[in-house]
T-cell receptor
Framework: RKEVEQDPGPFNVPEGATVAFNCTYS??????FFWYRQDCRKEPKLLMSVYSSGNEDGRFTAQLNRASQYISLLIRDSKLSDSATYLCVVVSSNTGKLIFGQGTTLQVKP | DGGITQSPKYLFRKEGQNVTLSCEQNLNHDAMYWYRQDPGQGLRLIYYSQIVNDFQKGDIAEGYSVSREKKESFPLTVTSAQKNPTAFYLCASNLRTQYTGELFFGEGSRLTVL
């Protein structure tokens, strides 16, 4: 089993839709979680950190469920510019290394 | 503007040749990293360095080598021993160790073996 798993998609949604991605992790001792965004053939960029209490940044909401060992990203009112691959990142509590998921691809259609 | 510069952006290599990818940062970051990304896969750590003149192997170090003679520079050599070197290579840096979670990436180098 991979340490960090994501549904690769693609998720095809119309503009204005609400879409959610989940990411599961296997190490229950993991402490830090993040979402990165990667545009096609570009480098990843930090989208948001994921806090235990959940956090929101505009149309984006990140949640952590420790009991079930998953994090989620919710995007409301999708824009064409949201089309990208979203990478889930978990910091290993054992090594401190960042473990990347394979990414979930979102395509927002007009 | 501060940032990370990778070069070349695109590189073609014949089998059996070594190639070196450059990574330079002017962010005054202590830690630097090299990742490899294959289509449909997440990033995999090749090597990382937390301080000058020191570096550690990541998860897929075989067939690669690095050096960290200066804080600003962390070049990666893809040797002929790397069996499947065609990939997208990303250099990154941050202030301390990976615990912080925020990495700053260069634009990447796309290596194709002919």
């Amino acid at each position: 089993r991979k340490e960090v798993e994501q549904d690769p998609g693609p998720f095809n949604v119309p503009e204005g839709a609400t879409v959610a991605f989940n990411c599961t992790y296997s190490n229950s001792a993991s402490q830090s979680f993040f979402w990165y965004r990667q545009d096609c053939r570009k480098e990843p960029k930090l989208l948001m950190s994921v806090y235990s209490s959940g956090n929101e940044d505009g149309r984006f909401t990140a949640q952590l469920n420790r009991a079930s060992q998953y994090i989620s990203l919710l995007i409301r009112d999708s824009k064409l510019s949201d089309s990208a691959t979203y990478l889930c990142v978990v910091v290993s509590s054992n090594t401190g290394k960042l473990i990347f998921g394979q990414g979930t691809t979102l395509q927002v259609k007009p | 503007d501060g940032g990370i510069t990778q070069s070349p952006k695109y590189l073609f290599r014949k089998e059996g040749q070594n190639v070196t990818l450059s990574c330079e940062q002017n962010l005054n970051h202590d830690a630097m990293y090299w990742y490899r990304q294959d289509p449909g896969q997440g990033l995999r750590l090749i090597y990382y360095s937390q301080i000058v003149n020191d570096f550690q192997k990541g998860d897929i170090a075989e067939g690669y080598s690095v050096s960290r003679e200066k804080k600003e520079s962390f070049p990666l050599t893809v040797t002929s021993a790397q069996k499947n070197p065609t990939a997208f290579y990303l250099c990154a840096s941050n202030l301390r160790t990976q615990y912080t979670g925020e990495l700053f990436f260069g634009e990447g180098s796309r290596l194709t073996v002919l």
